[in-house]
């Protein structure tokens, strides 16, 4: 039984027999005495007990004991040399000076070449004579593993540099090109769906499955004969990155600074290619570190001749040829002007680098709290959906239908997927501020693993719901109203109902005799079939009672049924010439357009259809508010000059509006989007309000919608691409309060006046739109491609015009006080009076002011 003593070494507890305790006690003493008379002496010993502490807690690991014996300490003192030893070599480079060199090469060169794992058996200094391991022992494959003790994300990369026997930040730079940097430089040419889109990835998901697979390991002792690669603190312009590599390759610092100064040159490589090697490599701040930076072994004679060379002491260094001080001189010249350029301006770029550092932190804290923000609200959102919440009235969607498909673990699936990259740049925000680490290895493995297992869940229940809404069906059926009166009258039915749709009823003339109500049911499924047996399942009610026809205001669904987007229109055909008669709510709910004074003696009109002149009324004059200058919608007129601009630009027809109309019951919209060939004609009134007038055949197909705040509008291309060939273009009148956004594509046509002053104002053409505005705007953004022209009247405090393909800007009438414009192609801009202006052309274009 051997007693044993606690110590501590380098801030570790170690266990150690008495015997072996006395030998290191005494092995440490001769140490501090020997160093005692070199400068930063503590510093020294301190790397010393650091190296002894590293090697004592990784025998024990690998011995899986806890009390360190005689024989480890024998083998750590052949490791790390002794004072003997070392003397034994400064004795021989005396003789190397004087002519002895071959002596001192066989030493050295004994000494140096124990690394931290070798054997010795006869560690004698004078005869540099070792003993190595037997030929027939047996050495262990290597594991490859993930490295515990020196990882930054896992281990991954720590650990295939220990397997492939290299530093570990080249592993690291390469996972950080493949996931990021090539991505990044080719996105431009290859778009986000290229080959190195998804090497990206590829890159992440191997990344993730090794993680996984490979198991951690807390032992692998640090090889000490592999090269590191650290930041060079003593010869840094900024970083240190630069003559850090030098020194790893064995190269002048200039070439390297060279080669860095022509790689930002090039799309900024050599800049992106600095910043991320100062992000990953560490600096080498300790003695050890800059020995390890040269790739020695940690001995006493190494940490001699290292103190040496820090302290000049080596008076006779190799002697370069002329020769090649002549090809290096421009190279240290350019090191040197830099070197300089750093000294000067490294302390300022360190403090921007530090503000742009916080103030990335500060962006990515605010959009992770924002973002988890929305998740909670959304989360909320779900639960009082499923409390059974009415959502109030006027809700685009019917959300209480979704309860059968929006399951539990589909909602907190989705709220994981969303909320943990959320909490992940939240956190990357806070490391980027503190510049230190807040969240353990083991939490972030497992919020990536929980973050993953809910992108499967969410596949898993989500993909079955998204693929139901994939085909369209339509169920068409017609009804013969038998209504006994000459004069039948139609009216609508309130029916109060939260689950509840509303359909469209369109009046249509016809040669017939009786009148019919067709139905076309739509919805959405998996197959076609599917889709149309879903639209079967919309139930709705209409009665005949003497000669009123009364049409419920909704549908609804049947019981158990999904929803899967159902919608019904439905066209009332009426004989030409059979009058009838029309309440004042039926009026308001069909899509046929009727003025003001119309809806008012609504009860006292009769009404009929006829071939020439579509919908009359028989006993008044029909009042369509075409003008749109009726005081009760407070619809603003447009000045003489603006309409002869409108009529000048886009034809004198612009305004003349179809005797055949259609009116589209929408509201609470600020942005409009309109597809295809359209005359649009804005009017800024009180109330929302969409007309379109044109061939009934033209408007039957009209998808007019409001998604969001945006009014979309388009023609449903149901017989297929040439059935453009038959279709004129179809009038629109659009009033509303005001608007923020317009987007047009196909060949439209628009006038946008009468608004006033605009805060923020988008134009997006494509196609061969034209649009005429006039008016007042703080801030406009204008974008046409194509053929597009726009005509710009009024004054815009910052306009910012962006004009591709052979497009054009008339503004010559329009006082601009900043204009930054960019054309390409064969684009043409013409400004009258401009403050500021900063234009780009390229190709044939031209941007002109006067």
Excluded at 658 to 683: E, L, M, Y
Aim: aromatic fraction near 8%.
């Amino acid at each position: 039984m051997k007693k044993t003593i606690s110590i501590n070494i380098s801030g570790v507890i170690f266990h150690i027999e008495e015997d072996g305790y006395d030998k290191l006690k005494n092995y440490l003493t001769t140490v501090q005495q020997y160093f005692s008379t070199y400068e930063d002496s503590q510093e020294i010993v301190t790397d010393i007990e650091n190296r002894i502490a590293e090697k004592l807690l990784a025998k024990l690991k690998a011995a899986d004991k806890q009390v360190v014996s005689l024989e480890d300490v024998n083998e750590l003192v052949a490791a790390m040399g002794t004072v003997a030893d070392f003397e034994a070599v400064e004795e021989e480079e005396v003789l190397v000076t004087n002519g002895g060199r071959h002596s001192a090469a066989g030493v050295g060169k004994g000494t140096a070449g124990r690394g931290p794992g070798a054997q010795t058996g006869n560690p004698n200094p004078a005869s540099g004579s070792y003993s190595s391991q037997p030929a027939s022992a047996y050495v262990a494959p290597r594991r490859l593993v993930r490295d515990l003790r020196r990882k930054t994300l896992g281990g991954v990369c720590a650990g295939l540099a220990h397997y492939f026997n290299m530093d570990v930040v080249w592993i690291r730079l390469i996972f950080v090109g493949l996931f990021v940097g090539l991505p990044a430089l080719s996105g431009a040419s290859n778009g986000p769906d290229g080959f190195f889109g998804g090497l990206s990835g590829f890159t992440f998901i191997i990344y993730v499955a090794m993680w996984i697979a490979l198991p951690g390991v807390m032992t692998i002792e640090d090889d000490k004969t592999v090269k590191k690669f650290f930041r060079n603190p003593e010869d840094k312009v900024l970083g240190g990155v630069a003559s850090g590599i030098a020194a790893y390759f064995g190269v002048d610092t200039g070439i390297i600074r060279l080669l860095f100064v022509l790689g930002i040159v090039f799309f900024g490589v050599g800049f992106l290619l600095y910043i991320v090697l100062w992000m990953i490599a560490p600096q080498a701040n300790t003695l050890t570190e800059k020995m390890e930076m040269q790739g020695q072994p940690i001995t006493l004679s190494n940490i001699e001749q290292s103190i040496k060379q820090n302290l000049n002491i080596n008076e006779t260094p190799d002697r370069e040829s002329t020769l090649t001080r002549v090809l290096l001189f421009p190279f240290r010249a350019i090191a040197t002007i830099i070197g300089g350029l750093g000294s000067a301006l490294g302390p300022l770029l360190n403090g921007v680098v530090s503000l742009i550092r916080v103030f990335a932190g500060v962006m990515m804290l605010i959009l992770g709290f924002s973002f988890m923000i929305v998740c909670l609200a959304l989360l909320g959102a779900a639960i009082g959906l499923w409390s059974g919440t009415h959502f109030g009235p006027g809700t685009d969607l019917p959300i209480e239908l979704f309860r059968s498909d929006v399951t539990v673990p589909m909602v907190f699936s989705a709220f994981a997927a969303g909320i943990i990259p959320a909490f992940g740049l939240a956190i990357l925000g806070v490391m980027l501020i503190t510049t230190r680490s807040v969240l353990s290895g083991r939490t972030a493995l497992t919020l990536a693993g929980v973050w993953l297992l809910s992108l499967v869940i969410l596949a898993g229940t989500a993909t079955p719901l998204i693929s139901s809404f994939q085909r369209h069906g339509t169920v068409e059926e017609t009804k013969v109203l038998n209504v006994p009166a000459a004069i039948p009258t139609f009216a609508m039915n309130q029916v109060e109902n939260d689950d509840s749709f509303r359909p469209s009823i369109d009046l249509k003339g016809y040669e017939g005799t009786t009148l019919n109500l067709i139905q076309y049911f739509r919805a959405q499924g998996t197959t076609r079939a599917e889709a149309q047996a879903n639209a079967r399942q919309i139930k709705y009610v209409y009665s005949i009672k003497d000669s009123t026809v009364r049409f419920d205001e909704t549908m609804e669904l049947a019981p158990k049924a999904r929803f899967r987007a159902q919608d019904l229109d439905m066209d009332l055909m009426i004989p030409y010439e059979k009058p009838f008669r029309m309440t004042r709510d039926f009026a308001r709910f069909i899509r046929n357009e009727f003025g003001e004074k119309e809806i008012d003696r609504m009860g006292e009109s009769i009404w009929k259809f006829t071939k020439a002149e579509g919908l009359v009324c028989i006993n008044f004059p029909r009042e369509k508010n075409r003008d749109d200058n009726d005081e009760d919608n407070d619809v603003t007129d447009l000045t003489d000059d603006v309409q002869s601009a409108v009529a000048s630009e886009l034809g004198d027809d612009f305004d003349r509006v179809s005797d055949h109309t259609r009116q589209f019951n929408v509201t609470n919209f600020s942005k409009v989007n309109v597809a295809g060939a359209f005359v649009v004609r804005f009017r800024k009134g009180d109330v929302y309000k969409v007309v379109a007038d044109g061939r009934e055949d033209d408007m039957s197909d009209m998808d007019v919608r409001v998604n969001g705040s945006t009014l979309e509008v388009k023609i449903d291309r149901r017989g297929g691409l040439f059935d453009w060939s038959n279709r004129k273009r179809v009038g629109l009148t659009i009033t509303v309060p005001g608007i923020d956004e317009l987007t047009l594509s196909g060949a439209s046509k628009a006038s946008l006046a009468g608004f006033g002053n605009y805060k923020d104002l988008k134009i997006d053409m494509s196609g061969a739109c034209r649009t005429v505005f006039d008016g007042t705007a703080d801030r406009m953004n204008i974008q046409l491609s194509g053929a597009s022209n726009a005509v710009l009247r009024g004054h815009i405090n910052q306009l910012e015009a962006d004009l591709t393909g052979a497009s054009k800007i008339e503004a010559t009438d329009l006082d601009v006080d900043k204009a930054e414009v960019d054309a390409s192609g064969a684009s043409h801009a013409n400004f009258g009076h401009v403050n500021k202006m900063d234009s780009e052309t390229s190709g044939a274009s031209k941007v002109t002011r006067q």
